[in-house]
């Protein structure tokens, strides 16, 4: 017999496996046992729907819908004798074991390029007791089901270990989505451990203990878990005679986990959020010329006049006039304060924003992932993936938009010898609600919607070409896989930057209008308009179609400075918190 187990034992196990897959009281399994049996052994492929059909139909050979035990033990037999000479293929020095060299070196002998991570993470799941080699009991458990799936080559191993080997203890796909706001994804457990100390101040310590304890002791385990097995109300829990107050505790730890499972920890948010304020307080003079800039309308600039004329230098040079001049006007209006006026706005809406665009981004997630099929969000289709980003930032838009307009509106009214600070902000409040009550606060939001997705789009594909062509180029220097090119947060925060710029200037036109909409009415900007189509008609006869462009070179400016800063601040506020 294959790995040196005589027929006997074979047999005895093989039929352990037929018993613990719940089938000790039938003689045959249907799909839905099949399946219930591989979650009650927490088997990886307890939750690969689609590959668990394809093996379904290989070892039911006679197509009547059920396994019996002797379809189920010629598959074993099979299954087993292609694994065995796929092991012994890559074990080298054929000493029964695979270290991760041999592995490495089968996977390249065979064309399969797998990264270092790729491999580090297989290597792991296989090798269950941890003792940095793979015996042949090892990789015949992990990888029994494989020959119902596909061939039993190492294409088929990669293939397969995709599909199951990072399907983490809840059955969801174990993607660092939040890389940058780290991988231990706990922020709402502070809130669970104030439902725990109320449970605490209502029942006696010795019950909850005693629970807690009974959950752990009757947890059943196997050489596949890697936790405690998933429990949903599809599933009979007849295997698992527990008490109901341990099974209602078990339920509470698992919605714990789900609660739990994508949200950032609370460390690096917060880290997050001084970053965006610091960032912000650091170019607000650019974004307040910017808006200065959206904000003044007339004729056409001696800037425009002198490019028309064929003189680019001079254009250049007063083009840089222009913008002096600008700063000395609202320098005038109030010194450096005028320079800062609605930073605090911009400010406080950081943690809101990013709170609100990660909520609706997970929700849209989980609505495309039922629409698709699976009900596993980290399983999303590419276009899936962009409606829901583009989804999370149209909410986290809708929510923030009346901050948005009470700013530039408030930038917009700052005038010598005028109100500032707080009582500005105030009387431009009152000023927008006594005029159009809560709509005020929304107009132009249909043009941030609208920019939202064509944005979005032109963002992520050029920040993918870009980072694409890096990887390979730094892959050819250094004769490695793309995936084992080390990129620095820096690094990736200058691609952002750069992808940002390029698709801003895109849609900056949208951005113009919407800007002109919310300020009409103010000292700075006193037109108002009745449209969309009024606002751009009205900004074409004034200032031409180089008026939908006023204010983009402050926007750029501060491009570089703010993705820099907000690295540093970053990075040195992660470190305050004690974060990796």
């Not at 293939?159 to 780290?182: C, F, K, M, R, W």
């Amino acid at each position: 017999m294959a790995g040196g187990e005589s027929k006997a034992e074979c047999d005895q196990r093989v039929a352990r496996l037929w018993s613990r897959l719940g089938a000790k009281k039938k003689e045959h399994l249907d799909y839905n046992g099949l399946k219930k049996g591989l979650r009650k052994i927490d088997h990886p492929l307890k939750n690969a729907d689609t590959m668990l059909q394809a093996i379904f139909r290989s070892v039911d050979t006679n197509g009547d819908g059920i396994i019996e035990y002797s379809e189920f033990r010629a598959f074993v037999d099979r299954a087993e004798q292609e694994l065995w000479q796929l092991f012994k293929s890559i074990d080298r020095n054929q000493n029964g074991e695979i270290d991760k060299s041999e592995l490495k070196a089968a996977f390249s002998k065979s064309g399969v390029t797998v990264s270092n991570s790729k491999l580090d993470e297989f290597f792991a799941d296989v090798d269950t007791n941890q003792d940095g080699v793979i015996t042949y009991p090892e990789w015949r458990d992990f990888l029994l089901f494989l020959s119902g799936y596909s061939s039993s080559d190492l294409h088929a191993v990669l293939s397969y270990y995709s599909a199951t080997g990072n399907l983490n203890p809840e059955g969801d796909v174990h993607i660092n989505d939040l890389q940058g706001l780290g991988t231990d994804h706990s922020f709402l457990r502070h809130y669970i451990l104030a439902i725990r100390t109320f449970l605490h101040k209502f029942f006696p310590a010795h019950i909850l203990t005693a629970l807690l304890s009974s959950a752990h002791a009757e947890t059943p385990q196997s050489a596949f878990a890697r936790g405690p097995p998933v429990r949903d109300g599809e599933l009979e829990l007849e295997w698992l005679p527990i008490p109901r107050t341990v099974a209602m505790w078990m339920s509470f730890r698992y919605y714990e986990q789900k609660l739990t499972e994508n949200t950032p920890q609370l460390g690096y948010f917060i880290a997050g959020g001084i970053a965006g304020a610091v960032s912000r307080t650091a170019t607000a003079p650019l974004d307040r010329l910017k808006v200065y800039l959206i904000a003044k309308t007339g004729s056409p600039s001696p800037v425009v006049t002198a490019a028309k004329d064929g003189a680019p230098l001079k254009a250049a040079g007063r083009a840089s006039r222009s913008l002096m001049d600008a700063l000395n006007e609202l320098w005038k209006a109030g010194g450096i304060r005028s320079l800062f006026a609605g930073n605090g706005l911009n400010v406080v809406k950081v943690m809101p924003e990013s709170a609100i665009k990660f909520g609706a981004y997970e929700s849209a997630k989980r609505a495309f992932a039922r629409l698709e099929g699976h009900n596993d969000p980290k399983r999303l289709q590419p276009t899936s993936q962009f409606l829901s980003g583009g989804f999370g930032g149209m909410v986290a838009q809708c929510f923030v938009y009346p901050l948005d307009t009470l700013k530039f509106r408030m930038q917009c009214e700052v005038v010598e010898g005028g109100l500032k600070g707080n009582q500005l902000i105030a009387a431009t409040a009152r000023k927008v609600w006594n005029k159009n009550g809560i709509f005020g606060f929304f107009r132009g939001l249909p043009l941030g919607l609208i920019g939202m997705f064509p944005y979005a789009a032109i963002d992520l594909s050029t920040f993918e070409y870009l980072k694409r062509t890096l990887l390979a180029r730094k892959a050819r220097e250094h004769s490695c896989h793309e995936d084992d090119v080390p990129l620095s947060n820096f690094t990736t925060g200058a691609i952002g930057a750069i992808s940002g710029g390029v698709s801003a200037s895109v849609v900056y036109p949208l951005n113009v209008l919407r800007t002109r909409m919310q300020a009409q009415g103010t000292v700075l900007h006193p037109t108002t308009y009745n449209s969309v189509m009024d606002v751009a008609r009205k900004t074409v006869q004034s200032e031409g179609i180089r008026g939908f462009y006023k204010g983009l070179t402050p926007n750029l400016l501060k491009v570089a400075p703010a993705v820099s800063i907000s690295y540093v601040v970053y990075e040195n506020s992660k470190r305050m918190l004690g974060l990796r």
